[in-house]
Structures are given as C-alpha cells and as structure tokens.
C-alpha cells in the first residue's frame, strides 16, 4: 500500500521567513498530488494540486510545490509567511493510473507563524 | 462559494449504538466521500460512492458501516454497532466528476466528531 510521509510535525516560523514543508510519497507509478490546508476550526481547502505537466505547481495565497519523481516527493514553500497562514497542512496522493479516487494523506504538519 | 456541509458538527453516543452522520454534498457534484481522522492519527479514507453505488472502499469499511444517498442532496454514513474506537472526526467530501478522475479536486467538509461512550 502506498504512504506519504511528512516529517515535519510542528514548525514554527516568524513572520517574513521562508517556509518549506516536506512530503513524500511510496508510490512508484503515476501520481497526482494535493496540498490541503486547514485554518484553526475551519475545512480542509485545497492549496495546490499537481496532475502532469510543470512540475512547479503554483496554488493560492502564494503557495508553490514542486514535483520531483526522482524523489518522490512534493515540498511545498512560500517565500515569505504571514500569520495568517498558521495552519495545518496536508500532503495528500491519488494513484493516478489505477482509476483510484481515495487520497492517502500524510500526517500533516502544524505551522505556527508568530508575529 | 458551495460548500460541503456536515450535521451534527458533534455525536456522543454509547458503545453499541447505531449513528447516522450526515452530509450535503454541492450540489452539481457526483462522487462523494466519507475519510475519518482518529485524535493524532492521519486522515483514512473510508469510502467513495457514484452514481448510487459504492466505488471504492478502504479495509476499514467492514460490514459496520454503510452508506447512503437517500434523496437528491443527503449523503449519509451509518455505523450499525459504534465500538470505542470508532470516535474519531468524520470528513465528507465531494467530487464534480466531470473533468476525469485525474484532475478532480475534492471539496471537504467542515467534520462531525463522533465520541463513543
């Protein structure tokens, strides 16, 4: 069965700082990739998806991650953090070539950015 | 914006009750999702369901649950005989289905917390 795994558990950034969270995943075949956001007592939201082509994928509120196969892994960055953007994030794969539609998440990772 | 909607946002129940956890998909979406998170454990994915059937299912999803979609914009999951380690946040979510399996973005729920006694 495939695994994502996201090493870092809890960071904590001050405001300004560049952010880079890990993720990487087991599955050897074909793969789309998600980043899932979740604000204090809100909804997972979609940051960023991958699915082919460019492998630096841009999402919302000035979040990038970048596919690299040979790696396995998605790492998603921000240049530069905002308070707001203390959250828990989520690295989530589909199998892309098996018709399969349930992701598989990693164990998120707590940003706390302090001001 | 539509948003996928959970009733109730938090379930306490006794051990070998039944409970019903409901879900409002948006409205023009075709796959729907249950995915549970245990306290300080990753989110699971339990079951997809598609055009009235079930799709996929984890290992998780024994004879235990169920799912439903009973009219047009409810999609509930059942578990008949709830154990102790069933508490945990149950996430629905849905899919619009037309873009191809590949490119789908799933839209998640806020989450019921289901506690058992």
């Known amino acids: 069965a495939q695994s994502v795994s996201q090493h870092n558990h809890h960071v904590i950034l001050s405001e300004a700082a560049s952010l880079e969270l890990g993720c990487n995943y087991s599955?050897?075949?074909?793969?789309?990739l998600f980043w899932y956001v979740q604000y204090p007592g809100q909804h997972l939201q979609l940051l960023l998806k991958?699915?082919?082509?460019?492998?630096l994928v841009k999402g919302i509120k000035g979040f990038e991650a970048e596919f690299i196969k040979s790696k396995f892994s998605f790492n998603l960055r921000k240049p530069s953090v905002q308070w707001s953007d203390t959250a828990e994030y989520f690295c989530?794969?589909?199998?892309?070539?098996?018709?399969?539609?349930?992701?598989?998440f990693g164990s998120g990772t707590r940003l706390q950015v302090q001001p | 914006e539509p948003e996928v909607t959970q009733t109730p946002s938090h379930q306490v129940t006794q051990m070998g009750q039944e409970v019903i956890l409901r879900c409002v998909p948006i409205?023009?979406?075709?796959?729907f999702y249950w995915y549970r998170q245990i306290l300080g454990q990753k989110v699971e994915f339990l079951v997809s369901?598609?055009?009235?059937?079930?799709?996929?299912k984890s290992e998780i999803f024994d004879d235990q649950f169920s799912v439903e979609r009973p009219d047009g914009s409810n999609f509930t999951l059942k578990i008949r005989s709830t154990k102790l380690e069933d508490s945990a946040m149950y996430f629905c979510?849905?899919?619009?289905?037309?873009?191809?399996?590949?490119?789908?973005?799933?839209?998640f729920g806020p989450g019921t917390r289901l506690t058992v006694l």
């Open positions: 369901f598609y055009n009235n059937e079930i799709s996929e």
């Open positions: 409205s023009n979406h075709l796959y």
């Open positions: 599955y050897g075949g074909t793969v789309n």
């Open positions: 989530a794969v589909i199998q892309g070539d098996t018709g399969r539609r349930a992701l598989t």
């Open positions: 991958y699915f082919s082509g460019d492998p």
């Open positions: 979510a849905s899919s619009g289905g037309t873009s191809g399996f590949r490119t789908d973005t799933q839209y």
